[in-house]
């Protein structure tokens, strides 16, 4: 039986991906389960991904599930190297959905696309009767062309190497936590959606072949994020509590609730290893970027050990950090 559990984006998701998924369609491009696979086209490689957004609510502080369809496969795109070229966008709309709301999202649909220089190239529209849907689903695809003569994969990462966050995390997770439960928290919620094509470019042409990769935390969160990569690189990350940005609000509400922001979903933050001797600069020129709120230099890596992520913690503590397991905020995409 499926269950939420099975959308979260943890350890969950990871065994349907390879029991069910992988089991069935494995081939040498999807087994790399990357955010975007990579094709050779002739002479040119391309990116090309897909997503579907479900997230309830549709609108929330910060942006809607039209903006955050738009980013969210701008930034898949991105995380390979593919600087995007265009989208496909297909609506599933459930019967009696408000003809003002669908205009907003569209309007939102149009703006992100604008903002980003990535046009919608094609698209689809189907309704299903009342009750077979929850207002509206979107799907879509992205293709960028991939202008670096090396791969940003897992497989790169060295003892030695550096990780970076281009700001605080979880933001989009207690945005719609909180709009959702409507929660009376103090604090300015808002997610992070956006488009991070521009600051990856600005990125490759700082530092080249000494980036390793870079990763969007989304569902699952930075930890589950980082314990993907250390397992496929066969190495150990040692990260710092006090190293990473968390918004003081977000902090506090998640105290309340017995969750942790290192969990929850971000929409338009980074992750990137990269060589030790660049990471200062690379962390220079994300401080001088809008894309990039509050970046920080979060830890390293070292060989492997006995767990794929470990974390220091503020009283000098140390503990293992695991994948998520359960699902703490269903439908945040």
Known sequence: MVLLDHGSGGLASSRLVQEIFLSRLSNPILNELEDSAILDIGQQQIAFTTDSYVVDPIFFPGGDIGELAVNGTINDLAMKGGMPVALSLALILEEG??????????????????????PVATGDTKVVPKGKADKIFINTAGVGIIEIRFPLTASRIRPGDKILVSGTVGDHGATIMTR??????PGQFQSDTMALH????????????????????TRGGLATTLVELAKKAGVTMEIAET????????AQTCEILGLDPLYLANEGKLVAVVAPDVADELLAL???????????IIGRVVEQGIMPVVMETAIGGKRAVEMLTGEPLPRIC
């Open 180 to 185: 959702r439960q409507g929660l009376e928290v």
């Open 286 to 296: 994300m401080q001088e970027s809008h894309l990039a709120p509050e970046p920080a």
């Open 198 to 217: 521009r600051l990856v470019r600005d990125m490759l042409e700082l530092s080249g072949e000494n980036i390793r990769c870079f990763r969007d935390p």
């Open 243 to 250: 190293e990473i940005p968390v918004r003081k609000d977000v």
């Open 97 to 118: 959905f408000s003809l003002d709301d669908l205009e907003r999202i569209m309007d939102s649909i149009a703006r992100a696309s604008i903002q980003a220089g990535v």
